[in-house]
């Protein structure tokens, strides 16, 4: 590879027509040796999809939908976070799936159940889910290698005017994430728009756990902080799949893992909500490949 593929966006071009790169060859890729392809796996590791890698993610994404769906119409008070683990892993495996999470570093269930103060990573147990809980129900299924994940936050019964709000924040945080993803934007006004509209709104963003690439993997390159400043980071190029999952406070940002392990609580015990949705750069915009409403 040629070194002059380091040029940064706002460099001369390399190819001698003294515009800057983002306004030449980064446009066309024309007048270089590698593709964006080979150059996103070399700088970044970033494998981009083919469009037969987003058919099969989106498979993916429908069923990882569909799931969402069922544990919504099933949470109500009385239930436990295991009644929800079993419901998301039998209709899982009853659809040709693998449920991602059973066994993924230890993670000994197959879905996250993050109730209330509780972040994410929630491990479903005997907890019985009572009026006035909210619930994040977060689902990552495996159909024929591919990836996806999504997750959304539930109302259990009747919630007070705290549980509304923290909720319409989380779900408004990743509509303006989304809303600045198209090529030539970067990753870090991704977290940019959420850090702006979460705090400005008197919620705090979640540092600790961000989006990720996915696609025949579970975890991949890039991350995809919540919180950053407008123009930093990678360049989104076509091709890109990825989460956002913002987690957003009603209190402070900071947290503390419980003993298992895995449960992210935050530090105050106030209330925490998530949606999550995984995406694919086009050449307009994107395109949700879990997509639901927001
Ligand atoms: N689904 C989570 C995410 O959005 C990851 C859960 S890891 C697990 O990235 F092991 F807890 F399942
Ligand atoms: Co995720
Ligand atoms: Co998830």
Redesign the pocket.
Known sequence: MKEEFLAGRNDLCPCGSGLKYKRCCMLHQTAHDLSVAELYLKNYRIKLKTANDIVGIKKAGKLVVDTLRLAEEFVRPGITTNDINNLVHDYTIKNGARP??LN??G?PKS??TSVNEVI??GIPCDRVLVEGDIINV???SVLDEYYA?A?MTFFVGECNADAHKIVSIARESLKRGLSVVKPDNTIGDIGYMIQQYAEGEGASVVRE?I??GIGKS??EPPDIPHFGRQHSGITLVPGMVF?I?PMVNSGKRFLRVLEDQ?TAVTRDSSLSAQF?QTIVVTENGYESLTPYEL
């Open positions: 991602a999470p993924y570093r993670f879905v996250c994410c990573h977060d689902v990552t994940d997750n756990f989006g990720h579970f975890h989460t999952e895995w999550e």
